[in-house]
């Protein structure tokens, strides 16, 4: 049953252009890393690294926080129209399964955002001719990295879609998470403890940098994780409380 959950919800995003959504992040900033004047600049570093700079600001700090509340925004569109969530909840599941499996739904599609990423990197890195080996085990660690630390955004935004019937509300609540983040990156002290400033930590790639994600093990278990669980405990028990 929950396998049928998911496929109806992804049935449901189909219908919404999805892949639009999907490809415009990463094609932007291919643009910013195959275009950008500066890369002829940066002699002396490894051009990678400096690629994965130019190319992690605006896509870790701006686009991959705003696509979950999108995502989740179109996920939750067709119920609260028509009646929809009477019709989810005449369906012989539980409103935990429900809720788990847009959740679910919502991380793969961010996966997959992820994953072209990393591939719109490499075609950016061949663009501008790059000599040295692509670091497969670093873009590895940034892509399964970033995607982790936007758990706790999905959670947040899926219980603010699930709440409020207005997509405009929803999405306004991530801008207004999401842009102290370019602020909260320059702060050593309130920085690494800001969710929505994890997954450019997380991407955030040096050649000198080494452990889990590029950032300490607990910051992961404390900021992303106490996060992700709070944030998804409290969207839970707030969707098994809605009236329909």
């Known amino acids: 049953m929950f396998v049928s959950l998911l496929e109806s919800e992804w049935y449901k995003l189909r219908r919404n252009n999805i892949y639009t959504l999907l490809i415009i992040g990463p ?141 405009a509300v929803a999405f306004t609540l991530n801008v207004i998470f999401t842009l102290p983040g370019i602020l909260a990156i320059n702060s050593e002290r309130f920085g690494p403890y800001y969710p929505w400033a994890q997954p450019f930590f997380m991407m955030y790639a040096e050649e000198n940098m080494a452990g889990i994600f590029f950032v300490p093990i607990s910051q992961v278990l404390l900021v992303t994780g106490g996060s992700f669980i709070v944030f998804l405990l409290l969207g839970l028990l707030s969707f098994k409380r809605k009236a329909i």
């Open 27 to 167: 094609l932007l900033t291919l643009f910013i890393g195959a275009m950008n004047p500066m890369m002829s600049e940066m002699e002396g570093f490894n051009p990678w690294y400096s690629l994965f700079l130019f190319m992690n600001l605006p896509y870790a700090l701006l686009f991959l926080p705003l696509i979950t509340g999108v995502l989740a925004g179109i996920i939750c569109r067709y119920e609260h129209q028509a009646g929809g969530w009477k019709q989810l909840a005449a369906l012989p599941v539980t409103r935990s399964q429900i809720y788990v499996a847009k959740f679910v739904l919502i991380a793969i599609l961010v996966l997959v955002i992820q994953l072209m990423y990393g591939v719109v990197v490499y075609v950016a890195g061949m663009v501008n001719g790059f000599e040295e080996g692509f670091p497969f085990l670093v873009i590895s660690k940034f892509i399964f990295g970033g995607w982790i630390a936007t758990f706790p955004m999905i959670a947040l935004q899926l219980w603010a879609a699930m709440h409020w019937r207005s997509f």
